[in-house]
Nanobody
Framework: QVQLVESGGGSVQPGGSLRLTCAAS????????MAWYRQFPGQEREYVAGISWNGGHTIYGDAVKGRFSISRDSAGNTVYLQMNSLKVEDTAVYYC????????????????WGQGTQVTVSS
């Protein structure tokens, strides 16, 4: 069983930055494909960014391209989301997701989810 623990959420003013961290704990050291999603009140989860198991492939949602950056720790299954130039419309609950690798694919069905961390952007 894989457990995901997110941290780094909080409140920031528009134009500011935050970095989210997600650490996966699991019984094996097998690498995972990992991603970030976000959810606005009353809406379904929206894809934010994903990274392949080896870090060689990343895909971003259109709303965050050029502002957010996903990366991972080469030593294990820890993934980061650096969020710059934050906007009010980025306010959401951010979820970490993981799945067993499917080659180098990033747009896949994720079956492990964290509890979510709130990001609030307001002046």
């Amino acid at each position: 069983q894989v457990q995901l623990v997110e941290s780094g959420g909080g409140s920031v003013q528009p134009g500011g930055s935050l970095r989210l961290t997600c650490a996966a704990s699991q019984r094996t050291a097998s690498p995972l494909t990992m991603a970030w999603y976000r959810q606005f009140p009353g809406q379904e989860r929206e894809y934010v960014a994903g990274i392949s198991w080896n870090g060689g492939h990343t895909i971003y949602g259109d709303a965050v391209k050029g502002r957010f950056s996903i990366s991972r720790d080469s030593a294990g299954n820890t993934v980061y989301l650096q969020m710059n130039s934050l906007k009010v419309e980025d306010t959401a609950v951010y979820y970490c997701a993981a799945a067993r690798p499917q080659y180098d694919r990033v747009i896949i069905d994720y079956n492990y989810w964290g509890q979510g961390t709130q990001v609030t952007v307001s002046s």
